[in-house]
């Protein structure tokens, strides 16, 4: 098909077996026109995926993987296609890199390509190893535009010190999932613009008051941010809702905010001031809350 549909571009497949994805792509060459590849919820039942796919990473620019059986042994096949690597620029790994092994052998990989510009990796729980591993690479590897590590790594205290000596120019590169403990990091970077575009922040009821008045400040007086994300890692607050808000207020660059925190029940007011705050603002052009509690008679 790749190669009498020369004008396919893009190609994503969904559910597909791992037999299927065998026998396509296994140790493929011609690749056609093809410049992006989607493998989504690739079906394993229950076998390691062990696709030769060296043929991409010299053929396509995305290529973006979603396995749940993704063991060590094949990213460190990733690793080695990664340092022969002269045309992939974005590479997705999602459900599995095989743990802190794995994604250290990419990361280590990358240190040694010039070609890559995102690399992503998504729904696997690593540690501050692999945090270490990313943080060298970026040091080194000038063409590696942005890391995400979103929902991957948590940040634990004695991980706060690493980040806090990271210098800003390789933060600004490196997307992660910003703890309440990481507050004041987060708010002297983005006063420094040292940030990613995007900034996504994780704080409970419990979070110090004056800290999270600092970080609203800062983003509000930034503006290079386009993207503010709240993680649902608990219920929404009072002090909270009004940061949001008066973001919503002052900002005049900032296009999207994704507020995933559930409004509790009495509590309907914090969506009222937020929704309000809307009415003034004409930058952010996505917003999203949940509203279930948002009735026409609250509303008005």
């Known amino acids: 098909m790749l190669r009498s549909k020369e004008s396919v571009k893009k190609l994503s497949l969904t559910g597909i077996s791992l037999s299927a994805v065998r026998a396509a792509f296994d140790k493929l060459e011609d690749w056609g026109s093809l410049e992006v590849l989607e493998l989504l919820f690739v079906d394993c039942n229950g076998e390691d995926f062990d696709v030769d796919l060296s043929g991409a990473f010299r053929k396509l620019r995305a290529l973006d993987l979603r396995c749940e059986n993704i063991r060590g042994a094949f990213a460190q096949k990733i690793a080695d296609y990664l340092r022969e690597n002269k045309s992939l620029r974005e590479l997705s790994l999602w459900e599995s890199c095989g743990g802190d092994e794995g994604a250290s052998a990419i990361a280590d990989a990358l ?10 990796v998504v729904g696997e729980k690593l540690t501050s190893k692999t945090l270490v591993a990313f943080v060298k690479t970026l040091t080194v590897n000038l063409t590696l535009e ?22 800003a120019g390789i933060l600004k590169r490196l997307y992660i999932l910003w703890t309440q403990e990481l507050l004041p990091l987060v708010t002297r970077l983005l006063r420094e613009d040292s940030h990613c575009s995007e900034v996504s922040v994780s704080v409970t009821p419990s979070v110090d008051k004056d800290l999270l008045r600092e970080f609203f400040d800062a ?11 709240f993680y649902p890692s608990d219920n929404c607050f009072d002090e909270l809702a009004d940061g949001i808000a008066s973001v919503i207020k002052r900002t ?14 009495g ?7 937020m929704l309000d705050a809307l009415k003034v603002n004409r930058s952010v052009a996505n917003f999203t809350t949940y509203a279930e509690l948002l009735t026409p008679e609250i509303a008005a």
């Open 267 to 273: 509590s309907e007011q914090q969506l009222i001031r």
């Open 219 to 229: 983003v509000a007086s930034n503006t290079t941010l386009r993207l503010l994300h």
């Open 252 to 265: 005049a660059t900032l296009k999207e905010i994704q507020n995933l925190m559930q409004v509790p029940e």
């Open 111 to 120: 240190t040694l390509n010039d070609t890559l510009k995102r690399f992503k």
């Open 146 to 167: 942005l890391v995400d590590l979103f929902d991957t790594i948590s940040i634990e205290k004695e991980q706060v010190s690493l980040l806090q000596d990271t210098p």
